[in-house]
């Protein structure tokens, strides 16, 4: 009976749990969604994540991490609601101290928020006084020790416990919908008309695509352009209220507002982004024709001091990046971004306004939702990766990958076509050369050149005779080929040849 009592317990303490979590979604419509629990205990996770652990994420789970995330948070949260409903029939002292901490961990989690408003442990602690509540309700309903009506006592608790699972899901599915359909982000990117480029892109030659079949598009599809951030929740900005400051070390700082944006000298470029944490041969780039205004023209304006040599961008979520000042006043492509491929920015890549700076991965250079830039030093200020052991500065490696045949495919022998893609962005990708095994280099035929700021595809023809092979690429760039040199993303990209292993018949 114990056992059974115990299972009772711990199933009372998962509705209890359901309840907790839908009440602090509820009342989040009105703190905010970052102040929901789950959001805020996930979102202090991901800022205490360590760089290693960050890239073994993104490494194993690509652009699902976050899913992930949510997963394993639900999973870890059901143990301690289960744990806290066997401790509350033991003794209820034991399960309401545990729940009241769990409550206080969120709420503190919430109160941690850039964007932390006066309610943000509201939710937290509604949530927790819910689930307290309906926690004593259950624990007293549970079937006596040794009751003479068990089977009716056993079917009343579960009812009561079911039900209440029931209405804390149900409270968390409405909380989230509702959320979203209040927030008018999503309204306001619909209604937006994009204004025509000042300066448009050249021209992008018929040829850029190399026309084998496996090889991805040379323009990646806005809807499959990767995403890696640092926010749980997508920040809903409403481009009406936004405004980006220019500030410290400059003559004039500068406030820019959105219709100041919109009737700037606007500029359309065609540049490849990239992920410090793509691995040999990874797919944690694209490329894509951005529209923005130059970040110099805006810092021109501002007049940076002699001794300044970057600049601190932040979010509205609070995440900054540390882009080398060189870098956005060399002459580059780099933008304040308001569209990609002739649309608004979709909300999760940054709408109203993310950078793109051509030549740098993201985690120093592609902040999303920005509404900061802060003109200062390496030396006086660090950004929110580089606290985490990754490189300051962060320019792309020149990189290659082999797309076509796959890794441990079946090919007939023959001329077997070799093809994929090379980078080397605000460098320009000058060569790309296959070789079989421990053989020579040879040399591929490359696409039509799209820019210097963009990827590349190449193909190759080999005469294959039947066997194992393995095949490797490397790219070059005006200073030579690519490292073969093995090395980890951590801390400023990784290296080697890209290959793949495929069996001739």
Avoid at 22 to 33: E, Q, W
Wanted: contains cysteine; charged residues 15%.
């Amino acid at each position: 009976m114990a056992g059974r009592r115990d299972g009772l317990a711990a199933l009372a303490g998962i509705a209890a749990g359901a309840v907790t979590v839908g009440v602090g979604a509820l009342v989040a419509l009105v703190a905010g969604p970052t102040s929901d629990p789950l959001v805020a205990v996930g979102s202090a996770f991901v800022d205490a994540t360590p760089g290693w652990l960050k890239d073994v994420a993104v490494s194993t789970f690509g652009t699902a991490d976050k899913v992930v995330l949510g997963i394993g948070e639900a999973v870890v949260l059901l143990a301690l609601a289960a744990l806290a409903g066997v401790l509350a029939a033991r003794r209820w002292a034991w399960g309401a101290t545990l729940v009241v901490v769990l409550g206080a961990v969120a709420g503190l989690a919430a109160m941690g928020r850039p964007e932390a408003g006066i309610l943000a442990p509201a939710p937290a602690i509604a949530g927790a006084i819910a689930g307290l509540l309906v926690l004593r309700e259950l624990i007293r309903r549970l079937p006596a020790a040794e009751p003479r009506d068990e089977g009716v006592q056993r079917r009343t608790f579960l009812q009561a416990a079911l039900a209440a699972g029931a209405l804390g899901v149900v409270a968390v599915v409405v909380g989230r919908a509702i959320g979203a359909g209040a927030r008018g982000a999503q309204a306001a990117r619909t209604a937006l008309r994009i204004p025509r480029a000042t300066t448009t892109a050249a021209p992008v030659p018929a040829g850029v695509q190399v026309g084998v079949d496996g090889v991805g598009p040379w323009q990646t599809p806005a809807a499959e352009f990767y995403r890696i951030d640092t926010a749980l929740v997508v920040p809903q900005v409403d481009p009406s209220t936004w405004s980006l400051r220019v500030h410290g070390m400059v003559e004039q700082e500068i406030t820019l507002t959105w219709d100041e944006l919109l009737a700037g000298d606007l500029v359309e470029a065609w540049v490849t982004l990239a992920c410090v944490s793509n691995p040999v041969g990874g797919d944690l780039i694209g490329n894509q024709l951005w529209l923005g205004l130059p970040i110099a023209d805006l810092l021109a304006r501002a007049r940076p001091t002699g001794d300044a040599d970057m600049v601190l961008s932040r979010s509205v979520d609070g995440f900054t990046a540390s882009t080398p000042l060189e870098a956005l006043t060399d002459g580059r492509d780099a933008l304040l971004a308001i569209a990609m491929d002739g649309e608004p920015l979709p909300l999760e890549h940054g709408f109203p306004v993310r950078m793109v700076v051509p030549g740098l991965y993201g985690y120093v250079s592609a902040t999303k939702w920005v509404t900061d830039l802060e003109v200062t030093r390496f030396a006086d200020a660090t950004s929110y990766w580089t606290d985490r052991g990754w490189s300051p500065e962060g320019p792309v490696k020149t990189q290659s990958r082999i797309e076509v045949p796959r890794h441990g495919s079946s090919v007939p022998a023959g001329s077997v076509v070799v093809a994929g893609t090379a980078w080397a962005q605000h460098r320009g990708v000058t060569g790309v050369q296959v070789r079989v095994d421990e053989g020579s280099w040879n040399d591929a035929t490359l696409a039509d050149d799209g820019g210097i700021d963009t990827w590349r595809q190449w193909s190759w023809t080999w005469d294959a005779e039947p066997g194992s092979y393995l095949l490797y690429v490397r790219a070059s760039d005006p200073q030579g080929p690519q490292t073969g040199a093995v090395a980890d993303v951590v801390p400023d990209g990784a290296t080697g040849y890209d290959s793949v292993r495929v069996t001739v018949t």
